[in-house]
């Protein structure tokens, strides 16, 4: 998923983004603190970098995402301008997005947040040894530390917003794919649809239902649809009502509905229930319903007349 499509799914604005820099506390004083230790941040850049990716390179669950040295290098310099950009004293949607970049990269690519959490913790322990060096005034160290850290945190908290923002919207798109196979509307004959319902229908799924059965029917100006209700374990209220609900939207379309797979306990139910289903046809096979269908459309199943050979071996004779 692109970086900027996650700024509108986690609606990445203005208000947002001060809302959550209240949350980490992370002030203009902390931002002007870290600008003027860019001098600082130059010094130690390659050492921190190369420290940090010695135990990427030396962990065996990690060493697989720098198959070669050409990819090492890559990642050498693209870090270190991420190391540089925590000392450029901004906070803005820019920054945001950019580091909404570097978190769907490393979802992209595999890294699971257990790495890249205990990436940062690394992270945090380099600049920390660095800044104590630099500064010997332990007041100093741990005010810069404090300044770094809330910026840290901020961009660690963007990460996994960007490793969660991705399964949800796999989880959507799986989603929609299973609701558009649960309802397979399929052509049985010119202007005759077949719509084969299996398992449990909620209300969610009441509705794919309605709206793939009405854009079929106007797709394809049928006059007919049968609804096979024999894999539906439960008919309850809320099924027959959507069942009721489809029917009339289907006949202001100027089309039928034929309603199949009508068992005795569905009968029973639907009559304890009090719903009208009067709108509609029904019967109980489907083989039943498809027959009905074509008288509704003007055809007709048609018996193939025996032929002699056939007469013949009915009566036990060979030709």
Known sequence: MDHKKYMKILKLDEAELKNRRAFFELTEDDLTRLAGLRP????????VVDDFYKLLLTHVDTKKFFPDEATVRRVKRAQREYFLGLFEGRCDLAYVEDRLRV?????????????YLGAYRKYMELIKRHLVEQFKKSGEAEAAFQSIQKL???DIALATDTYVASKVDAIERQQAAIRELSTPVIRVHNRILLLPLIGAIDSRRAGQV??????????TQAKCIIIDIAGVPVVDTKVA?????????VRLLGAEVVLTGITAQVARTIVQLGVDISTMHTLSRLAEGIELALSLVGKAIQRKKPT????KRTNGKRA
């Open 40 to 47: 600082f941040a130059e010094k130690v850049t390659d050492a």
């Open 103 to 115: 978190g769907s990269t490393h979802e992209r690519i595999g890294l699971s947040t257990k790495w």
């Open 152 to 154: 840290v945190y901020f």
């Open 210 to 219: 309605m709206d793939s059965v009405l854009m079929k029917v106007s797709e």
């Open 241 to 249: 009502d959507s069942l009721v609900k489809t029917t009339a939207a």
């Open 308 to 311: 002699l050979r056939t007469a």
